[in-house]
């Protein structure tokens, strides 16, 4: 029992990380109906210089048990690339989906072309510096805290962005914007506005994701492609453009990636196909998807 429990903690906190950047692909596509494969790179990004950043923030003596705020710090830093890369988007808005993977995809190979000049083919990693939260110990089971406080912050997460969503006149504006965007220009929204924050913000949930994981993972060049696979499995089974979608895709993803690295290893990336091929069968548009008219 206390074996499942670890398993079980240990897939959340997966999907919590998992969440975050799904929810970023979910944000843009469900706005400005673009399908961000470079949502992965954003991750990797987040990663290694969250990585960078802690090590130069110890070396200059802040205290280890500032390690999370350091990489939210990191994170945000990360997200800056957001608006340039949206500027470059601009010329695929509205065209045929192959344009936009294109041209997201050769992004995704400029990015790790990026990160192998800055930090080396190598993966990089923290010490044991997620320890200075310590850990929950209750029998045999043992977690450590600063996974407790991930899971809170991917929760805190949702909470807020569905708060923006729908009780802000802001979240308003985005939510007209993507249900129809010529009467959204016509009543006055500045839709390239919208568009340049909705994808800062998206970006911002991708490096987030990225800096929050690498205490306990490390940081590799193969990171962004592995990542964005299982963010749009989470996409597929929740169904594209739905955040409640993005958090039980994550959810599930997670959990049954947890529960195949114990059962059977070699099963674990299978096993988050299969459930994307049954869903794409008995549920095209995913759980809380609607279907295309």
């Given at each position: 029992m206390t074996a499942f429990a670890n398993v079980v903690l240990g897939g959340i906190f997966h999907a919590a990380v998992l969440f975050l950047v799904a929810a970023g692909l979910q944000l843009v596509f469900g706005v400005q109906?673009?399908?961000?494969?470079?949502?992965?790179?954003?991750?990797?990004?987040?990663?290694?210089?969250?990585?960078?950043?802690?090590?130069?923030?110890?070396?200059t003596g802040v205290p280890a048990v500032l390690l999370l705020p350091i990489l939210i710090i990191a994170g945000l830093l990360m997200a800056l690339v957001g608006p340039p890369i949206e500027r470059l988007l601009r010329s695929v808005y509205g065209r045929d989906e192959s344009f936009q993977l294109l041209l997201t995809f050769a992004l995704v190979l400029m990015f790790q072309d990026v990160l192998r000049f800055i930090w080396g083919a190598n993966p990089q990693s923290l010490g044991s510096e997620v320890l200075v939260y310590g850990k929950l110990s209750w029998g045999d089971f043992t977690v450590p805290i600063y996974n407790l406080l991930v899971i809170a912050a991917a929760l805190a997460a949702a909470g807020l962005i569905g708060l923006f969503l729908r009780r802000t006149t802001y979240g308003r504006l985005l939510r007209a914007t993507a249900e129809n965007r010529a009467m959204a220009e016509a009543l006055g929204v500045n839709v390239r506005t919208v568009y340049a924050s909705v994808f800062s913000l998206g970006t911002l949930l991708g490096t987030l994701g990225g800096a929050l994981v690498v205490p306990t993972s490390a940081a590799s060049l193969d990171m962004a492609i592995e990542f964005v696979i299982e963010a749009f499995a989470v996409v597929v089974i929740g169904g594209l453009g739905s955040m409640a979608?993005?958090?039980v895709g994550?959810?599930?993803?997670g959990l049954i990636r947890a529960l195949?690295?114990?059962?059977?290893?070699?099963f674990e990336i299978l096993a988050i196909y299969l459930i994307v091929i049954a869903t794409l069968l008995l549920r095209p548009a995913g759980l809380f998807g609607k279907a295309a008219s």
């Open positions: 109906k673009i399908v961000n494969l470079a949502c992965g790179s954003f991750y990797a990004l987040g990663a290694y210089f969250g990585i960078s950043l802690v090590n130069a923030a110890l070396h979608g993005a958090l994550a959810l599930l993803v195949s690295l114990v059962v059977y290893p070699e």
